[in-house]
């Protein structure tokens, strides 16, 4: 799979002949409490050094809340709690000559246990690490805004109000 970034003008030629194509990914930013301190959880894709967040496609039928857990689920062999949504990623990038516009919406989560099986091949190393050390870690700027905003909702306890929203969503 060849991914390259947008710019210039043969990049400019190529859009204009294809059509956009939309995909639509939902993931987690799970801390885990540990003494004083709040734990993140970051992960390494195999074959690749970029960390970031566990993320993935959003199935057909199946809904952003439920792609998060799974894909948390399958990524890091983690079983979270949702707390409620922090923010989305939007952006384009060219895979296979298409333009691809792609939404991909985080929801905060707090870790309830190791699942059995662990993560999935997909996954190389996952870490968690403090805050700071989190943030150097990831990648994008995208993630490490998105990691302001999850210790922001968290220390502000607005996820904790959040979550009743979401429930009621799912009945």
Same mark, same amino acid.
């Given at each position: 799979?060849?991914? /390259? @970034?947008?710019?210039?003008?043969?990049? /400019?030629?190529?859009?204009?002949? =294809?059509?956009? =194509? +939309?995909?639509?990914? &939902?993931?987690?930013?799970?801390?885990?409490?540990? $003494? *004083?301190?709040?734990?993140?959880?970051?992960? *390494?894709?195999? $074959?690749?050094?970029?960390?970031?967040?566990?993320?993935?496609?959003?199935?057909?039928?199946?809904?952003?809340?439920? &792609?998060?857990?799974?894909?948390? +689920?399958?990524?890091?062999?983690?079983?979270?709690?949702?707390?409620? #949504?922090? %923010?989305?990623? *939007?952006?384009?990038?060219?895979?296979?000559? /298409?333009?691809?516009? *792609?939404?991909? !919406?985080?929801?905060?989560?707090?870790?309830?246990?190791?699942?059995? !099986?662990?993560?999935? #091949?997909?996954?190389?190393?996952?870490?968690?690490?403090?805050? @700071?050390?989190?943030?150097?870690?990831?990648?994008?700027?995208?993630? /490490?805004?998105?990691?302001?905003?999850?210790?922001?909702?968290?220390?502000? %306890?607005?996820? &904790?109000? &959040?979550?009743?929203?979401?429930?009621? #969503?799912?009945?």
């Amino acid at each position: 799979m060849e991914v /390259q @970034l947008l710019s210039g003008a043969p990049a /400019q030629n190529m859009m204009e002949d =294809k059509k956009l =194509k +939309r995909e639509f990914s &939902a993931g987690g930013i799970v801390f885990k409490p540990k $003494g *004083k301190e709040i734990l993140w959880l970051v992960l *390494k894709p195999a $074959g690749n050094e970029k960390w970031r967040f566990p993320k993935g496609k959003i199935n057909s039928a199946e809904s952003s809340v439920a &792609a998060s857990k799974r894909e948390v +689920r399958e990524e890091t062999g983690i079983e979270p709690e949702l707390l409620g #949504k922090i %923010g989305e990623e *939007k952006y384009f990038f060219v895979e296979n000559n /298409q333009k691809v516009f *792609k939404t991909v !919406i985080f929801y905060l989560m707090k870790y309830l246990k190791q699942t059995e !099986i662990g993560f999935n #091949k997909e996954t190389e190393k996952i870490a968690w690490l403090p805050f @700071l050390k989190a943030k150097k870690r990831l990648a994008f700027n995208k993630d /490490q805004d998105l990691l302001e905003k999850a210790k922001k909702l968290l220390s502000h %306890g607005e996820a &904790a109000m &959040a979550k009743p929203i979401l429930e009621k #969503k799912k009945k």
